[in-house]
T-cell receptor
């Protein structure tokens, strides 16, 4: 069975600085998708960024980018120029490319932004 | 285009009562997923449904929990004879087709059992 591990329960970063959240996963599949979701205090799950496993190029969305290392099964999220609104729980998630469709989540990393 | 709609947002039930949680997927989405989130934890998969079909219920407790997604109307997660341990946030997500697209989440229903 696939698993997703986030080893950092909490992190803090100074406003305007850069922070990297770690995520590793375990799978025997070659076709899959990886996601980072943000959950602010409102509890709404917001998709931050997605990565298709077949793509070698790392995904980027404005200040958010990933470092996808397929061989190492690592999928870290980098947030540049951190803003107060980035404070939230961040969940790394895995989804199989076919067959088993459920999204599997890590336990999350709570990110604090220090003014 | 409305997003995934869940209601109620908050639900309080006494032990032994039934809880019904509703989820209307995004327009055009035919796949619905239910997740449970305990405080300070990630989301645990419960069940995956298509219209009139349960595709994967490997995360559902064997007793008291059931889910449906009828041809017409919202998906329903039903918890019978609730206990304090059922208190959690329940999230619904929907997607358009399997596999190659992200799921969009509702705002969740927070169930409190007193």
């Amino acid at each position: 069975a696939q698993t997703v591990t986030q080893s950092q329960p909490e992190m803090s970063v100074q406003e305007a600085e850069t922070v990297t959240l770690s995520c590793t996963y375990d799978t025997s599949e070659s076709d899959y998708y990886l996601f980072w979701y943000k959950q602010p205090p409102s509890r709404q799950m917001i998709l931050v960024i997605r990565q298709e496993a077949y793509k070698q190029q790392n995904a980027t969305e404005n200040r958010f980018s990933v470092n996808f290392q397929k061989a190492a099964k690592s999928f870290s999220l980098k947030i540049s120029d951190s803003q107060l609104g980035d404070a939230a729980m961040y969940f790394c998630a895995y989804r199989s490319g076919g067959g088993d469709d459920k999204i599997i989540f890590g336990k999350g990393t709570r990110l604090h932004i220090l003014p | 285009n409305a997003g995934v709609m869940q209601n109620p947002r908050h639900l309080v039930r006494r032990r032994g009562q039934e809880a019904r949680l509703r989820c209307s997927p995004m327009k055009g989405h035919s796949h619905v997923y239910w997740y449970r989130q305990l405080p300070e934890e990630g989301l645990k998969f419960m069940v995956y449904l298509q219209k009139e079909n349960i595709i994967d219920e490997s995360g559902m407790p064997k007793e008291r929990f059931s889910a449906e997604f009828p041809k017409e109307g919202p998906s329903i997660l039903r918890i019978q004879q609730v206990v304090r341990g059922d208190s959690a946030a329940y999230f619904c997500a929907s997607s358009q087709i399997r596999g190659n697209t992200e799921a969009f989440f509702g705002q969740g229903t927070r169930l409190t059992v007193v």
